[in-house]
Nanobody, 120 residues
Framework: QVQLVESGGGLVQPGDSLRLSCAAS????????MAWYRQAPGKQRELVAV???????KYADSVKGRFGLSREDDRHTVYLQMNSLKPDDTDVYYC??????????????WGQGTQVTVSS
């Protein structure tokens, strides 16, 4: 059984920073891609940023230059550093990992989501 737990969301003012964390636990062999998505009520979930096992990063145009993604494989953890936050960044943020279990089963796993609210 694999679980992903996110943390770090909250209420901040425009221009502030937040760092989200997502830690995976369970029978993990290794993790390929780690990603963050976000979703507003009534809208489709959209990709914010993704990092591969080779540390190749891709960002949505709306967050380029403001958000940074990093990973710690020994801790099965991915971080999303969010700077210069805007009200448009208000959403529920979800992490997703594509990983192999110790029995070499491959699949996508999602966290439960963490709320980020940017408001003055």
């Amino acid at each position: 059984q694999v679980q992903l737990v996110e943390s770090g969301g909250g209420l901040v003012q425009p221009g502030d920073s937040l760092r989200l964390s997502c830690a995976a636990s369970g029978s993990i062999g290794h993790i390929d891609t780690m990603a963050w998505y976000r979703q507003a009520p009534g809208k489709q979930r959209e990709l914010v940023a993704v990092i591969t096992r080779l540390d190749i990063r891709k960002y949505a145009d709306s967050v380029k230059g403001r958000f940074g993604l990093s990973r710690e494989d020994d801790r099965h953890t991915v971080y999303l550093q969010m700077n210069s936050l805007k009200p448009d960044d208000t959403d529920v943020y979800y992490c997703k990992m594509n990983l192999f279990t110790v029995r070499w089963n491959n699949g996508d796993y999602w966290g439960q989501g963490t709320q980020v609210t940017v408001s003055s």
